[in-house]
């Protein structure tokens, strides 16, 4: 397994939001990201019991995120970070 650089990262949601984690970050950060599908948006605010919140996180989280005018990665393994784009 690759090891993540988390030196420069921010933590944007922590892992106490459990399943709902994604559903946080995309209420947080969605207006942020780049190329995001309008429906890939809804699919993650409807919630985890919804059929295709998994495989819409799969997506959204292979978008950049730009934040102030820097770019990061979605990087999530429990908690959710950005790690900036060098």
């Known amino acids: ?6 030196t ?3 933590l944007v949601v922590d892992s106490h939001h459990g399943v ?8 947080q950060f969605a207006d ?3 190329g995001l599908p309008d429906d ?3 699919d993650l605010l409807a919630g985890p019991d919804n059929e295709y919140y998994w495989d819409a996180w799969d997506y959204a989280s292979s ?3 730009v ?4 770019k990061y990665y979605i ?5 959710i970070w950005l790690i900036p784009v060098n």
């Open 1 to 6: 397994m690759e090891t993540i650089d988390l």
């Open 63 to 65: 978008c950049l995120v």
């Open 8 to 10: 420069d990262a921010i």
């Open 20 to 27: 709902y984690a994604p559903q946080f970050f995309i209420q």
């Open 32 to 34: 942020k990201m780049v």
């Open 40 to 42: 890939v948006k809804q």
């Open 75 to 79: 990087h999530h393994e429990e908690d």
């Open 67 to 70: 934040v102030n005018g820097e």
